[in-house]
């Protein structure tokens, strides 16, 4: 490996898009609207994108030979880095929004950092990216508005699927010891600087949204050292379906 | 010259009819239920194939699979559109649809069952469809016409890329060519009873002509399908599970078995291997996401209101 | 191979036992009473088992050393042989009991008819089994009654569970190629000589519970021939994760 | 004597109090919420082994797996029964659980995410709610003590069955004595936890050792589980992921690092990794079969009825 921790921390980014991507990719003809069936896929079409060029880059690092479907589709539960909120289901649609901005309100913050990453292959990628997770924030706010503000139903709704999902919003700023050692070679991003500024935000719209901030004291976290929710295990087993079950085929 | 005059005299002049003109009730009728009936066959594509999405073998290919599934999606809201320009509304149409009134293309009623389904769907299925929807980009309703060609070159895309799946498929190892196979075995008689029943058996057949709702009829539409189809399975190196195909010199077409009108009639009765999966699939959707439309409206209300007080 | 039309006809009838006992699997701790969880692993336990006997037998006759486990976990989706009954989802506990007893009194007769096999190794799991199979179908008949004549709601439900099921009722009697040659070499079971009972007793319970039976013209088939549901390849992508992801590995 | 003189008396005379004796108020409510806890553990504790049925890689794996999870639930139902002989109902303890009122072993809060879990979990859970039970075998409570007979035996069966998961995995590839190691380094810190906060925290050990529901302080038992599961990881050549672990030659025991009370007291008050989780399979399961058990009820009184008539 040339480059373990850089090969790490990349993967940490792209888990995260790769399994949300899959987690949308489940809702496909099965949203409340053909409009928001489109924009699901169009947000889980963008992360698989985003993974794609990610991936592509770690093997390189890797160097080998490796594709970005090996790194996709082979590794074990343990060696997936997403955090546990991407992992979430589906349980309705207020899970489905809620989980994506709490996402996407972190993953703006930081691709807008990544820019300025010193390694310029990662710096390209969030340049691409900022446009496409733009929309995906601004769609995802404005549904968390909507249901929120919406009837005394959907505002219970979507209270109780942030109320649930805000255990895992902590860990989005957990510091592992790659993500250390590529802020130190000004490669990574220091995601605790935004830390507040992140946490500002989303309570804003949530009080927007006429939704209760939760209060919180306790985190759950796990997924970015590996140790993923009982969710994970299913997730895997279709994700990698074709690749175990075929191996070394091309498709 | 009575109105139906002029309207059928401008439909034989390759003029469009735009929905604020006038038009026979029967012609609006008509377009209704054929504009809604593709938009739904859209709509319920989307889930054979979305049922590969989470398990698609490669990131490529499911990066593909997102967007065409995306695309089938955006067909049936163009679709429902061109539909609501003839004074019915969308949640009128999906009424029809989950109540059973209004039909869908009866070939989504079969399960996917392996990878190379998703290759046959895009070959076979769309390919017919494309033969089926070609002529429409003339047809005389505006638009319709102008949707179906946004819809044709999105499905054209779509059959090239269905075929290259199966390309890959039987370049591959033994596996993947008896997937591919397999799965043009399963899906060549039902995608052959996309064209319709024999002309013998299609009702509306001689009225839509005049519409250029048809401009050919199932049977030659049929044969146009195998002709082209045949030489592409030769190019994969499959074998089309008919053992009355044969290239008729004189003709120069194919002639081929007898189809298996039963299973046809069947499925579309609603007795094929998926119809209930699929509408309780759809109606689902529909029943659990009512509280999401719902709250969409109270907002927008709400907003409405806001923006009028800031107004004054 | 041995004897393929053997190995196919062994396995025809274990993949049912495997597939439904695995369906069962995922009801544990679910169920809306204790003693129904209990009852319902047990099934699933005794489906196991025999699928074990059967599935040891077919790796003797096919002679290729294989175990048990791989033809269990090892093959692809066209190669197990169960009916689509044994596949459909648990929807409700209507649906999970309903299945069950449709499945049981075909298997109860099945059972009592391979007793006579002239294969002994086959006639000495349908006599251990029979015991088993009738506990079963005491079990779910008498659950198809209770809900039948319970409530109007479960009426209501365990009618919807009926109607949708009787569809794959029919597949149950299909005589595959395998079954032909077994049966005429007086190994196999001719299923087509109990179909009537077994519509007979169905149908006289369904009515003791108040039930209607459904009047059908159109059946549903295609598993017995490897075409299964669209169910059956996430069924696969669990049963089989293990074994696929860590191949040739003791357990 | 007072009554309370001479309860106290047969106990320590080791006589049986049953169901039907006198005994203090104290006394019942300390064993309700005692056995209560323990039978709702058991049912708890179905979910995440209960996560792997389907998923067990070898059908031997899944038979056993399938018995245990079946056992457990068996325990769970004594346990309620011999609850329900002081007078409270099964229902009630149901929603005492569904409440969040009573609580269950805090280990079945951490998530089951491989296989060797399943070993992991018969090896150390049961390892150490065997060493809590042991002594109930002979508790004063007639019931309680006659199920942790059943219990015991049926539990020592389960460790035994997880210890050979482990070392089956320790003798296997690398994946999969890594896999081992992995469950052990999650799973011993729980373990230990399970024996209970240490002797100056916890509240009820003086009453409960008279009431022989306690025989053994937590630390002590605690520390009977540590000497007896370290040479177990020796034999499985893994390691105890406790830096400062070690046999005190002077005390024959070992000695073990602190342990982490503060992600203890966190899963207790209900912010474990699957607290919500399990709380939740339980409450869905209850009241989504709420018509399956209105539907008994219902067919169990038109029984009746009709019985009845016939005996007139």
């Given at each position: 490996m040339n480059n373990e921790n850089l090969y790490n921390y990349i993967l940490s980014i792209a888990d995260n898009s790769l399994i949300l991507a899959q987690r949308l990719g489940e809702l496909c003809g099965h949203g409340p609207t053909l409009e928001t069936d489109i924009a699901g896929t169009n947000i889980s079409l963008d992360l698989i994108g985003q993974t794609r060029s990610y991936y592509q880059y770690a093997a390189k690092i890797q160097g080998e030979g490796k594709t970005e479907d090996d790194i996709a589709f082979l590794r074990l539960e343990r060696d997936y880095k997403n955090v546990l909120l991407v992992e979430q289901?589906?349980?309705?649609f207020g899970y489905v929004m809620g989980r994506q901005y709490l996402f996407d309100v972190f993953h703006l913050m930081l691709m807008n950092e990544l820019l300025k990453s010193k390694d310029d292959t990662l710096a390209a990628i969030a340049k691409k990216g900022i446009k496409e997770v733009s929309y995906h924030k601004r769609f995802s706010g404005d549904w968390v508005k909507r249901l929120g503000d919406g009837t005394e139903e959907s505002n219970q709704k979507m209270q109780e699927a942030i109320d649930d999902l805000w255990t895992y919003t902590d860990e989005l700023f957990d510091l592992t010891e790659a993500d250390k050692a590529m802020i130190a070679e000004g490669?990574?991003?220091?995601?605790s600087k935004f830390k507040e500024q992140y946490y500002t935000e989303v309570s804003d719209l949530l009080k927007e949204a006429n939704l209760e901030v939760p209060e919180r004291k306790y985190f759950t976290r796990g997924g970015k050292k590996?140790?993923?929710?009982?969710?994970m295990g299913y997730i895997l087993s279709d994700l990698q379906y074709m690749q175990r079950t075929y191996p070394n085929m091309e498709w | 010259r009575s109105l139906e005059e002029i309207f059928e005299a401008r439909i034989a002049r390759d003029e469009k009819i735009e929905p604020k003109d006038w038009m026979p009730e029967k012609y609006r009728k008509t377009h209704i239920r054929q504009m809604s009936q593709h938009a739904h066959s859209e709509i319920i594509g989307m889930l054979p194939e979305g049922n590969w999405i989470t398990r698609a073998p490669s990131l490529r290919r499911k990066a593909a699979l997102l967007a065409k599934v995306q695309d089938e999606a955006g067909h049936g809201l163009y679709l429902y559109s061109a539909c609501e320009t003839l004074g019915i509304s969308r949640d009128e149409l999906y009424e029809q649809l989950h109540s059973g009134k209004a039909k869908y293309s009866s070939i989504f009623n079969y399960p996917t069952v392996t990878w190379a389904d998703m290759g046959a769907i895009g070959w076979l299925v769309d390919g017919a469809a494309i033969i089926n929807q070609v002529p429409l980009c003339n047809t005389s309703f505006g638009p319709y016409a102008r949707a179906m060609v946004r819809v044709c070159k999105e499905e054209s895309f779509h059959q090239r890329q269905g075929y290259e799946i199966m390309l890959k498929l039987c370049n591959g190892t033994p596996e993947q060519k008896e997937m591919a196979q397999d799965a043009l075995n399963r899906w060549w008689w039902p995608s052959l009873m996309m064209l319709g029943p024999t002309d013998d058996k299609s009702v509306h057949t001689e009225q839509s002509m005049k519409w250029k709702l048809?401009?050919?009829t199932n049977d030659e539409l049929r044969q146009q399908f195998i002709d082209q189809t045949v030489p592409q399975a030769d190019i994969l190196g499959l074998?089309?599970?008919?053992?009355?195909?044969?290239?008729?010199e004189e003709t120069g077409h194919y002639d081929f078995g007898e189809i298996d009108w039963e299973e046809f009639w069947q499925v579309v009765k609603?007795?094929?291997?998926?119809n209930k999966k699929r509408m309780k699939a759809r109606v689902d959707a529909w029943e659990n996401g009512a509280w999401v439309r719902d709250a969409a409206m109270a907002y927008a209300e709400k907003q409405e209101k806001k923006n009028l007080k800031k107004a004054i």
């Open positions: 289901p589906n349980t309705h490669v990574g991003v220091d995601t590996g140790t993923h929710s009982e969710y | 048809k401009r050919k074998t089309i599970p008919d053992p009355d195909l044969k290239r008729n609603g007795h094929g291997p998926c």
